[in-house]
């Protein structure tokens, strides 16, 4: 059976400033969740100075989509990485105020800190383990 | 879907978290639509939800499906059961999981999102019901 899934991950390399956009769009759950690692893999594994996240086109979040971005910026956070989130629209907010999670949005990360702690200084004082 | 009988409809779903994208969209062809605040809010929660149960039942290694119902008469409401070894219904009262804990969120973010949302839960099985919002009520 086919289910209505219309999720799709896009990255993007910009080589003169070593910066990926990594882009979710559709249903971003649990089901959808595996894809998402494999594309968050990928970035991490070439190391980029810096990375964007955009949630843009994602029409739903849940927990599990949720759990796999915290993952995604634990990974980054041994590198020399900036990660900023761009989640715009209000129930991406929403979603990130109920989980005590809003500090790690539209973020950057400066070398030898952990991601989402650089300028304006996150809830945690010390790194995730 | 099973039949549908007077004012309700049922779904049942397989125990493949695949399905809850097939619930979802069951959903939004039945009900009236929501705004773009009210509609992932919303479909997040009943996400967790069902996505609890299917994880439960797979956990458990339940043959029984997951049964959506969804009730039209008057304000409809969505109640999601299965055939787990039940939970405690004040789970996910907690508004702050800490923010390096890989679940327990699912509850907190459904909760938070649809007022009046209520769990019966025992030792064969859980319902959860989910009052589907009214356009001039904001899902929060």
């Given at each position: 059976m086919t289910t209505?899934?219309?999720?799709?991950?896009?990255?993007?390399?910009?080589s003169a400033t070593g910066t990926v956009q990594l882009a979710v769009v559709g249903e971003f759950d649990s089901s959808t969740v595996d894809a998402f690692e494999t594309a968050s893999g990928r970035v991490v594994d070439l190391e980029p100075t810096a990375?964007?996240?955009d949630l843009a086109g994602a029409d739903l979040i849940d927990s599990a989509a949720i759990g796999a971005i915290m993952r995604f910026r634990r990974a980054l956070q041994p590198l020399p990485t900036t990660l900023k989130i761009n989640a715009p629209l209000p129930f991406q907010q929403r979603l990130f105020?109920?989980?005590?999670?809003?500090?790690?949005?539209?973020?950057?990360?400066?070398?030898?800190?952990?991601?989402?702690?650089?300028?304006?200084?996150?809830?945690?004082?010390?790194?995730?383990? | 879907?099973?039949?549908?009988?007077?004012?309700?409809?049922?779904?049942?779903?397989?125990?493949?978290?695949?399905?809850?994208?097939f619930?979802?969209?069951?959903?939004?062809?039945?009900?009236e639509p929501l705004d773009d605040l009210q509609d992932p809010l919303f479909y997040g929660a009943f996400t967790?939800?069902?996505?609890?149960?299917?994880?439960?039942h797979r956990r458990l290694g339940i043959a029984h499906d997951v049964e959506v119902r969804v009730s039209l008469g008057g304000r409809p409401e969505i109640a999601v059961r299965d055939h787990g070894q039940g939970?405690?219904?004040?789970?996910?009262?907690?508004?702050?999981p800490e923010p390096q804990s890989e679940s327990g969120r699912g509850l907190v973010i459904a909760r938070s999102v649809v007022p009046g949302m209520r769990i019966e839960s025992s030792p064969v099985g859980?319902?959860?019901?989910?009052?589907y919002p009214v356009r001039s009520e904001p899902a929060e």
């Open positions: 209505p899934n219309n999720f799709a991950t896009t990255f993007a390399v910009d990375v964007e996240l105020e109920i989980t005590g999670l809003s500090f790690i949005l539209d973020t950057e990360a400066t070398t030898g800190q952990p991601v989402g702690e650089g300028n304006q200084g996150g809830p945690r004082s010390s790194p995730e383990s | 879907m099973g039949p549908g009988s007077g004012d309700s409809i049922s779904i049942r779903l397989s125990n493949d978290t695949e399905m809850v994208a619930a979802r969209l069951v959903l939004r062809h039945t009900l967790e939800v069902v996505t609890n149960a299917i994880e439960e939970f405690d219904p004040n789970m996910g009262s907690d508004p702050q859980s319902m959860v019901f989910l009052p």
